[in-house]
């Protein structure tokens, strides 16, 4: 028996807390020592153990006196005098039983308060000291918070189990369940189980959650506690600037709906030359990296993402490109950031670099943006709402065709399938919508010379309205693997101005601008995206004409009926892009032709990889889904030229009015703007310009002061009323800024695992408060009833050998007083054991005995339920 409760405890009574000068009963304290005395050398003669625990005997409020009752007989009684609950809450064991919780409580909150949001420490270049120490001080903190939280979950358990026991009851393999928070072999051991199935499955299924805590605190405890390198939200970036940096240009201007030539915008002069290929603000200044992307072909597999540099930094911008299988009823699309917007923030980001490096130098900080320029490493990001920004969005659906579809096509008179238009989306515009109702004339595609590589984009005008739709179109040959063919591509390519996506830009070289959000193609547009129509003039900017050369050529043969020794390269820009797709057959007689590459076979019937995989209709032709039939298009090359056209075209509308400059605003009032020009970092104009319109002698005006040239006068026309009003009307990008360092809170897996631990503690503390602060504060102010918990383990276990023997639980094991096999166990670990006292003494003694009973136990004397006015040994 002993054996099996050694893990419970003894818990005297302590109960009717009255004043010993209220009572009517009068003997002496000396004699009430007196009788404690007697009864403890008796228990020692007897070999029993005293089962006076060692709080009650440094007890000096207690007090023994005689009464009589009716019957003459002399009882012993003991009246402890407590006192108000308030001073009894001033002693170091209350005071150690709200600290055990209150501690935990306390650190938890902490850890949670530095983790529901991102909280930087300090920066990542500074050293975590001369050495790890740091990091282990902190692995050690979280250590004590982990013994805090167990010491917690520990103390509510064995007070739930104390209650219990001196209450209705715990099942008896629950018994020593108080003392094993934590002990994960218990939770799997027979006891344990079976009280899983009786009347304390709730009591057995508080160890389990709190055994299950007890062993996740500690690893949640160094996720909360230990800092990670990230990046965190860095306050008071910008809070001296006077708003959002700006670009020096109108909305309409930096986002025009008509392109035309240099009467529409002045930047592209002269990039309709050879200069127009490097100078940034040309549409033909991204062919370089265009045509390196198609070099690829084979190796990239026209990847999704090309990159472009930027002529500022060292930042590359994205080109996203979106492609569907080539018989799906959808287009494919392209869009990336428009270079106003990476233009301004990158040269705020310089302009930054700039502070940083004058101050480095011992220069004043007075032109310091804010607390951007004091970080070490940061990057910028603009808000998701950027009224008046957008970025081109161009969709592109193609039809390719072989000389039998073309005659099929001539023979059914179906000219809309020449140009597929079905898939692409208006977004609700009007005037594209118009464009699309058109109808588009083949003959801009054929020309007379088979053996020329004709590639280009057009921009027909309409018949009944201005608006326009950009065509394109190519003119090839492919290789069937038996024969030289004809290849004729038709594109119809619908470009848009939409809203721009939120970008994140760094100064870093190892980083891409970053676009923080998608485009929702296909669902119905809120009308914020306007189409955009392009006419011929801005065309001769993107596709530049260039010097016509030729190829040396063995005799042609085949379908094309050609004898004809060279091969003529483009002569336009695009169709130079095309140049790298193209690829050399040797046919069955021995002669070498030029063909298209992803659309063409060996001699062997092996296909070039275009690196597409479509399947059956890699290769083969697959029927033209407009107007049916067994001949058309070649998926290959329906995929090669969606992408290509709408790389080449969205690249170009990328650049459109990126010549303007970009400001900071600094600081105005009536009379003065003051603004930092972005794009001038170095010489004298470098700094703030000054413009004040107050007039004096040597400026009726008013005049500007710009950086280190001097004060200037300001024309007649430049009012403060017009530059206001283009800065009202320039696009703005306002930004939040973020810095790289240590710091706790960033969302993960992990945290979140960490957080619910933290949660499900503060649950389980919650609980068990509302549990017990509402009797606590009942009994303020008044003497009151109370139960005194035992001290520990050992005095449950003198209890328990105090005793009188449970016989019956003999009779339940079968006669065996051994127990310990998982078969006996299952009959006896879900009885109910409680802590009872004798219904009299019957010994001679005092006080009637507390004992540990099992139910259905036949202790030779009888048990009742611990009650009010009665002191208990």
Known sequence: MIAMLTNTAYHPVELD?????????????????????????????????????????????????????????????????????????????????????????????????????????????????????????????????????????????????????????LPLGLVTGGYRVGDIPYIVSSPYLKALTGSGCLLALLL????????????????????????????????????????????????????????????????DTAAGLVAY???????????????????????????????????RRRIKINTPWPLLPYATFATTVSMPTLLTITRFLNHINAIQTNTDRGKSKAHSVGAVSDAMSYRVQTLPDLP???????????????????ANIAKSNATRGW????????????????????????????????????????????????ARALLGAANLLYFDGKEVRRLVVSCTLMAHWIPAFPVRVSLNASEFVQELSEYEFYPTNDGSAKMIQISSAWLSYL??????????????????????????????????????????????????????????????????????????????????????????????????????????????????????????PISSNET??????????????????????????????????????????????????????????????????????????QPSDSMKFALAVMYMYLAVLGVYLLWVVPSFLLRMGRQAKIVAPWEDLQDLLVLAWNSEPNVGLSREVGGAVTIGSWHQGKRIWNLPTAIRAEEESTDGRRRPRVQLVVKGSDSNAATKVLVNNVRYS
Request: negative net charge; glycine residues 8%.
């Open 543 to 664: 596709d530049l004409r260039l010097n016509a050369t030729t190829t040396p050529q063995k005799n042609v043969s085949g379908s094309l009926n050609s004898t004809s020794s060279t091969i003529t390269e483009p002569t336009s820009a695009i169709g130079r892009l095309l140049w790298p797709a193209m690829r050399d057959v040797v046919l069955a007689n021995g002669s070498t032709v030029t063909v298209f590459g992803p659309g063409s076979k060996t001699a062997g019937g092996t296909g070039l990889d275009f690196g597409i995989d479509f399947g059956a209709a890699w290769y083969d032709e697959v029927p033209n889904p407009v107007l049916g039939g067994a001949d058309g298009m070649t998926a290959s090359s329906i995929a090669f030229f969606e992408k290509f056209f709408s790389v080449v075209v969205v690249d170009g509308l990328a650049r459109v009015a990126s010549g303007y400059e970009s400001w900071a």
């Open 17 to 169: 807390a009255r004043n010993p000068s209220e009572s009517d009963l009068g003997d002496s304290v000396e004699s009430d020592r007196a009788h404690l005395l007697e009864s403890h050398v008796a228990t020692v003669d007897s070999h029993q153990p005293d089962p006076t625990p060692v709080a009650e005997k440094a007890n000096t409020n207690v007090q023994t006196v005689e009464a009589s009752d009716g019957n003459n007989r002399r009882d012993g009684v003991e009246i402890v005098v407590l006192g108000p609950l308030w001073k009894r809450l001033l002693t170091w064991k209350a005071a150690s039983t709200v600290l055990v919780h209150l501690l935990p409580l306390t650190a938890t909150a902490s850890l949670i308060a530095i983790n529901v949001q991102p909280v930087f420490w300090f920066e990542y270049d500074i050293k975590l000291g001369s050495s790890p120490d740091m990091l282990y001080m902190l692995q050690f903190v979280a250590k004590v918070h982990e013994l805090l939280v167990v010491g917690s979950l520990a103390a509510i358990t064995l007070k739930v189990y104390k209650r219990s026991l001196v209450g209705s009851g």
């Open 388 to 406: 008046g920004v957008f970025q081109p969005f161009v969709q592109t659906k193609c039809s390719a065709f072989n000389a039998t579809g073309l």
């Open 419 to 466: 140009f597929p238009t079905h898939t692409l989306s208006c977004f609700g515009d009007t005037d594209c919508e118009s464009a699309l109702s058109e109808t588009f004339n083949y003959t801009l595609v054929l020309s007379g010379d088979p053996n020329t590589i004709e590639v280009g984009l057009y921009a027909p005008r309409q018949t009944r309205n201005e």
């Open 208 to 271: 389990l959650l709190n055994t299950i805590l007890a062993t996740l605190i500690g690893p949640a405890s160094a996720i909360l506690l230990i800092p990670t390198d990230d990046w965190f939200p860095l306050l008071g970036a910008f809070d001296k600037l006077d708003g959002p940096i700006f670009y020096a240009s109108t909305s309409n201007e930096t986002y025009p709906r008509v392109l035309g030539g240099e009467d529409t915008d002045p930047h592209l002069v002269g990039c």
């Open 281 to 315: 603000h040309c549409p033909s200044a991204g062919h370089p990296e265009i045509y390196n992307w198609v070099s690829r072909w084979q190796l990239s597999q026209m990847s999704d993402v090309l990159t472009v540099a930027n002529p500022i930094a060292a930042t």
């Open 672 to 745: 003065t703007i003051v603004a930092a020009n972005l794009g001038v970092q170095q010489g004298p104009a470098a700094g703030n310009w000054v413009y004040d319109w107050r007039p004096n002698a040597n400026f009726p005006n008013g005049s500007v002061t710009i950086g280190g040239v001097g004060t200037l006068p300001l024309s007649a026309n430049m009012t403060q009323e017009w530059l206001r009003r283009r800065m009202d009307d320039a696009p703005k990008f306002p930004l939040e800024a973020e810095r790289y360092g240590y710091g706790s809170g």
